[in-house]
Nanobody, 123 residues
Framework: QVQLVESGGGLVQAGGSLRLSCAAS????????MGWDRQAPGKQRELVAT???????NYADSVKGRFTISRDNAKNTVYLQMNSLKPEDTAVYYC?????????????????WGQGTQVTVSS
């Protein structure tokens, strides 16, 4: 059973910073792309950033230059450093990962999501 557990959300003033973490655990054989999505109230879920196993990154235009995604492969963990936060960044942030797991039945590759962590930016 694979799990993703996020931490680091909270309340911050505009212009401030937060760092989100997401640790994957379970019977993991390998982790491919990892990333972060977010969903604001009344809005569609949107991709924020992704990072491949080779550390190539991709960002939504709305966060470029302010957010940085990184990963620690030894810890099966992905991070999102968020600087210069704006009220429009307020959302529930979800970690996602493309993971190959193993069991007695063999290997399985699937996408997994965390439970979400709230980020609120006050003006």
């Amino acid at each position: 059973q694979v799990q993703l557990v996020e931490s680091g959300g909270g309340l911050v003033q505009a212009g401030g910073s937060l760092r989100l973490s997401c640790a994957a655990s379970g019977n993991i054989a390998g982790i491919n792309t990892m990333g972060w999505d977010r969903q604001a109230p009344g809005k569609q879920r949107e991709l924020v950033a992704t990072i491949t196993s080779g550390s190539s990154t991709n960002y939504a235009d709305s966060v470029k230059g302010r957010f940085t995604i990184s990963r620690d492969n030894a810890k099966n963990t992905v991070y999102l450093q968020m600087n210069s936060l704006k009220p429009e960044d307020t959302a529930v942030y979800y970690c996602a990962a493309d993971i190959t797991s193993y069991s007695g039945s063999g290997y399985k590759r699937d996408n997994y999501w965390g439970q979400g962590t709230q980020v609120t930016v006050s003006s």
